[in-house]
């Protein structure tokens, strides 16, 4: 905590909770976009925070990215036994390079904590028929369910037009993004300033309904060309802790 007010970090979070009405809110010091030990530093503050809100018998659903494959690696055993959990991917895991895949990234997270995990091996992005196909496969519909009813989501939070790159977005998807000012993106949906979804992905796994059901909502981004898309999460209104950085909290704070 001393160092905190030394750096001024304390009130950034203090400022960020109140104007966003969130639980909590942690700011490591530093740019985790410039800095690679930030960017370690924010994965251990999410493991840290992501093991706060676990109970012992929770479904947990993770997406993928570096910021979620960083708190992977910070998990330690807690001192509460977690044999009882399951961690799954949010949404289909296929469609970003392997390692930071949100299936690999689950299963990376539950061995490291104990936990049991299951795994969601279809695509991120379907066309119409496939998913209403693979819904209603026995298979997939157990998974798919788990998923939908998890107690805790862990996410991270990109720039829209950087992820609708990642994504590999049609361009005509992409300028109708940029027509409708989305700035985030987040679990495959695009938000604009105001926390509107503008845009969603046809993808099995945790919907919009769900992640309001969801008991915890923790979202993990730093880097300060991160900032508006933070903030248009935050106004989306689902969150209930914030990880973030110096560099990224200070752009938020000063926006507001
Ligand atoms: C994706 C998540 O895998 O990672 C998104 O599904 C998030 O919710 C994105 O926007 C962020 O990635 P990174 O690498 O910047 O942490």
Known sequence: PVVKEIFGLA???E???TAYGLCKVVVVPGDSETSPL???ELGRAGAKALL???SGNDVVAVTGGTTLAEVAEHLTPPNVSLKQSWFVPARGGLGESLEIQANTIASGMAKRVGAGYRLLHVPDLLGKEAYESLVHDPNIHDIVEMIRGARIVIHGIGDAMEMARRRKL???VVEELQNQGALAE???YYFDNNGVVVHKMLTLGLRLEDIMRTDHV???AGGKSKAKAIHAVLKFGQEDVLVTD???AEEIVREL
């Open 11 to 13: 009130n950034l979070e």
């Open 246 to 248: 110096e560099a990224a």
């Open 170 to 172: 049609e361009d005509s």
């Open 38 to 40: 930030t960017k370690k």
């Open 52 to 54: 706060s809100v676990m």
């Open 186 to 188: 987040s679990y495959g």
């Open 218 to 220: 923790v979202g993990i």
């Open 15 to 17: 400022k960020i909770s």
